[in-house]
C-alpha cells in the first residue's frame, strides 16, 4: 500500500514548480472551485506548459477562468463535466467549437449531473468504487455515457443509478487561507473541494494569503481541507481574478464580457492566450498586466459590502 | 387586503419573470439556478413569500445578498446567509426531499415536460451544443415540483426532445414513478408567449394561459406537437408595480432582464460602470431590505 | 411526497412538548453527539415519559448518559448500534445485564462499525437506500447482521459491503447554539450530527443558547443544521451534564464514576433512575438537584482553558 | 546523539504505553481511540514524533490537547486541532488511505491476529458482552497499519476468536486481500508480557519480544495454541524517563495508566479533586508543550 498522507511540513513552492512536479501529458486533473475560488492562475500554468492529453474532471466548469482554455488550446483528451458555460458573460464559443466541429481537436465527452459528479467525488474521497443516486433515471444521460449503471436496490427493490468514484491525479483548489502545510479554511459555500482534496493522489492549494497555523488552529471548524492531503501551498493572491473569492474580491464582470468577445472566434481566442498566458511569466505577470489598481478596487467593493464574521 | 397595482410599463422577460416569482410560495425552500430564476425567487421573497427560502448549487442556503447577483455561486450569496457549506449537501438535501420548489431553464422541451440541455441534433456531433446538465437532471428528478423557463418557438417546443438531460413525465402516465425519480416532475413552464400546466393523469403539457397579446392560435403554431388546451384560456397576470420596481432594484442595469451586459463590457468605461453598479446596488438593495423587514 | 421541510417559523417549545409530541411507543429515534454534546436532557425526558418498544439506533453510545438508560428501564426493543460503553467510566454494568442476562427484558441487537453507521445515516441522509463501504468485509459482524449485504463493485469487481440507510423517526441533537428556527452552530467536532439532522424524519434541538439569527448569519460556515430540518427548539442549557459541551462546559468525571457504582446492580440502577429522572419534574430539576454551583464550576473550568476563536 | 536514560521505577501500564508509543513514527498520521493508546500517542508525540498526527472518530484531526484526556472525543480533543469536522469523515479519510498507523483494544485474538471486541462465548447469549467493534472493525479494515493492546491470558489468546469484531490475516495466507480488505493488517501485539509480530507470508503470529522478567514459556502457558517464536527472543526496551515523566504530566492521576479513578469517585471529595487536577493538568501540559515546542 502506498502512503497516501503528505507530512506536516513547509510545502510553499511555485505555481510553476508545483505543476512542473504534478501535470505530466496524460495526466487527470481537476479544477476546483464552484462559480467562484475558480483556480485560474493554475489553468494559466498547465497551459502556459502546455501539459498535452490532459483528462479533466469537472463538476461546474465556468468559462473563460476554467477548463476552456484547455480546451481551446488542444490540451484536452476527454472531459468528466456536468456543466460548461459562461453564466453571466454568455455561452462558452470554445467550447461550442470543440463540441460541435472538433475545433481545435475533438474531445471525449462523458457527462453526469452536478449532484452525481458530486457523488463521484464523494465515493472517490471516501475510498469506495461507486455510489448510487437518484438522479439520472430515465434520462439519455446514461444512454450516451455507459459508466452510469443500475441496478436495483437490495433492501427496497427501487430502482438506483450507479457512477464510479473519481480519483484525479492531481486537483488544484484555490481558498482563502491555509498555513505553510496547507490546513486550508475556505470561506463561504464549499463546492465540492472537501471530497476533491481527499479524492485526488496529489493535491495543490492556491492560496490568497498563507497564515500562521495558529490561526488555523483558532478556527478549526473552519479547515475543510487537513494538511495530510496537500502535496503544495501556492501563495497566489487574486488567483480566481474573473470570478471572485468570497471575502476577498468580488467578480470582474466587464472583464468576462470582454473575454467572452474575443472567444468569438478561433482566431480570437487565440490572440487572447498569445497575450494573456504565452506573453507573461507568471501570475504575478498577469496580475501586472490586469493592473493592481484594478485588483484592489475588486477587493475593496468586496470588502466594503461583506466581511466575514459580520452581518449587517 | 391591499389593492393589487398592476405595473403600466414592463417588458416581456419581466412578466415571465414576475410569472415564475409565483410559482413560490411562502415557507417553502426553493432550490434555484443562475440567472432570471433567481431573480424571481429574490422577486418572491420581497413581496409575498418573505419566509421563502433559497438554496444554491453552491452550497449556500438562505442568504440574503444586498448587491448585484453576477452569479448563482458568486461571493455575494454567502452573504447573510444561514449556512454556507459544501455542493453535495445541498444536492443531497435535494435528492433526500427537503426542497419543495425549483426553476430551471432548458434549450427544448417535450409533450411530457422532458427538457434538453444538453444538445440539439446529434449528441456526437450537436448542430448547438449547450452547456449540459449542471443541477437541472438533479431537480428534475427530486424536487417536490418544477417549473421550467423557456423561449416559444417550434424548434424548441417538440414532440420528443433531442436529448431528455431532465425527466419530466417521461412517456406520460405513472412512467416517472416506475423509473424511481422522487421528486414530483415539472408543475408549470412559462415563456415568451404563455404559461403551461400538465395533466394530472397522462402528465402531458396543455396550454392554461396566454400573455397579453398572445392568443392561443400563435401558441399553438409555436409548438411541435398537437397541443391540448384548458377548457378556458386565462391571461396571464400582469406583473404588479412592486414587483417590477424590484426587479429593476435587483438588477438596475437589465444584466438578466435587460441589455446590460453590453454597456458593462465596454473596455474603456465597463469597469469604472460596474464598480459604480456595485456600490448603488449596495444602497439600494439594503433599503430594499430594511423596507422588508429582512 | 410528504413535505419534509420545515418551516421558517419560531420553534421554541419545552422538552415535555417534544418528547410528547414526536416520541410514541415503539418510535425509531436516535440521540446525536458523540462523546460529548449528547442530548442527555432529552433521553431523561424520553424516560420520564416512559415511551415503550423503542427502536433505537445509534453509532457511538455513551453509558450513564445515552440509550442505556432506556435499555435499563426496559423500554428498548431493538438497538442499532457500533459501541456502546463507558469509556472512563468504566464498563456499562445495565448493558451487560441486558446483553447477558435479558435483564429487565431482552433487546434485539442489530450491530456496525463506527464507519458503517455513519455511512448509513449520511446515505440516509442522501435519500440513498443504502451505502458501499470496504469495513466489515471478513467479519463475523455480518454473520449475526443480515441487513450487512455484499456485491463485487460492477467497476473493477472488487468485494465491497453494503449498509442500508438509517432514517430514524426522530432525532434528539445537542448543539452549542440556534436560532429560533433551528439554524444551529456546532462548535468543535461534529460526529455524525450533520446527517442524523438530515435522515431523521423529525429533529428536536436542544441548545446551551438560543442566539438572534445574525449571530447566525455571521457565521454561516458553522452551521451544521439547517432550520429546515427542525421541528423543535428547546433551551436546555447544561443538557450534556456527565459529558461535556465544546467550549461550554467540561466532562463530569466524579459524577460518572459514582453513576457506574449506582448502576453496577439492577437494584442500584433502578433506585437512581428513581431519584434522578422520575423524582425530579424536569432538567432544571436534575440541574438544581445536581446544583447549580457544581455546573457553574464545570463551565468555569472549560472557559479557562478553552474558547472557541482562540488558540493558546 | 543523546544517551538514552531508562526509567528506574515504572509500572507495567507505562512499560505497554511506551512500546504502543514506539509503534508510531515521526510524520505519521494515526487514527487512535480511547484511554491507553491515545496517552501512548501523545507520549510518542511528545518525543520521538513531534510531527505525529493525531486523529480521533469525534471528528478531530491534530489536536494538541493542553488538559487532561478524559475521552477519545470529550471537549479537550478539540483544543488547537487543526481541523474538527465530522466522524464520517475521518473514518472515510482512514478508508480512502490517509492514516498511517492506528491502535485498538480488544477481549480475544487469535493467531491470525482477529480480534474480537464483541462479545465471549455466544454472541446470542454471551458470557461476557464488551462494548461492540465501535472504530476498531474499520480501523482494522482500513489503516495503514496497526497494534493490538492486550492482557495476556490464555482465554484471551486463543485458537480461533469466539466473534470475529476485527479482521486480521483472517485465515492466514492472502486471505485478507482476497477479502477486499485495504488496510495492510496487524503490525504488532502489546501485552501485558512480551510483544508480538506476524509472519509475513503466512499472517501468523509469533512472539518477539518478553517484557523485563518474563521468559517465553511463561508467555506460551499464557497462549491457547502453539505459539511460534522468533529466531531469536529480545527483551522489551523498557520506558525511558522522559517517556514516564510525560505519561504522568499526562495522565497525573493514573486515570487510564493506574488506579486514579477511586479517589475521583468519591461522593464528598472527588468533585474538588476533579477540579484541581483539571487546573493542574493546564498549567502542567502547558509548560510541557512549551518545552517541546510544540
Redesign the interface.
Known sequence: ?K???K???NKVTTLKEAVNRFVHDGSYVSFGG???RTPTAAVHEVARQQKKGLRLAS??SVSYVHDSILIGLGLVESFE?????G??W???AV??RA??KGIPKPIKLE??????M??R??AG?????????????????PV?NT?I?F?N????G???A?V??ANPEVAFIHVQRCDVMG?AH???????D??LA??ARNVVITTEEIVP???????????VI????VDAVVKVPFASHG?????Y???????G??L??QWGTEAGFNRWAEEWIFKVDDWDGYCRKIGWE?LT?LAE??R???Q????? | MSTIIYAQNYSLMELMAAAIAREFRDQETAFVGVGPPLIAAMVAKLTDAPNLTIAVEGGTIGSSPRRLLTCIADTTICERAYSCGTMWRNFGDQQRGFYDVGVIGGAQIDKYGNVNATALGDYNRPSVRVAGSGGANDIGSSVGRYSVMMRQEKRRFVERVDYLTVPGYLDGGDARIKAGLPGGGPHGVITTMGIFRFDEESGEMYLDKCHPGITPEKVKENVGWDLKMAPSIGTTEPPTQEQVEIMRVLDPYGLYLGSGREGMGDVEKGFDFYMEVLDKSYDAMTELFRQKGL
Open positions: 500500500m502512503k497516501l498522507s507530512p506536516a511540513v464552484i462559480g467562484d463538476d461546474t463535466i456536468a456543466y460548461n458555460w453564466g453571466i454568455g455561452p462558452d467550447y461550442r463540441l460541435e457527462e453526469y449531473s452536478n449532484f452525481a458530486g457523488m467525488l464523494l474521497s471516501l475510498g469506495i468504487p461507486f455510489m448510487p443516486v437518484k438522479s439520472l433515471l430515465g434520462s439519455d444521460i450516451h459508466r449503471k441496478m436496490d437490495p433492501y427496497g427501487e430502482p438506483v450507479l464510479p468514484a490546513n475556505i470561506l463561504g459555500h464549499l463546492g465540492n472537501d471530497s481527499r479524492a497555523t495558529d490561526e488555523i488552529r483558532r478556527n478549526p471548524n473552519l479547515t487537513p494538511y495530510y492531503c470570478r471572485g473569492c468570497p471575502y474580491y468580488s467578480m470582474d464582470v466587464p472583464f464580457l470582454q467572452a468577445e484594478r478596487r467593493v468586496e466594503r459590502h461583506q466575514y464574521g459580520e452581518a449587517r
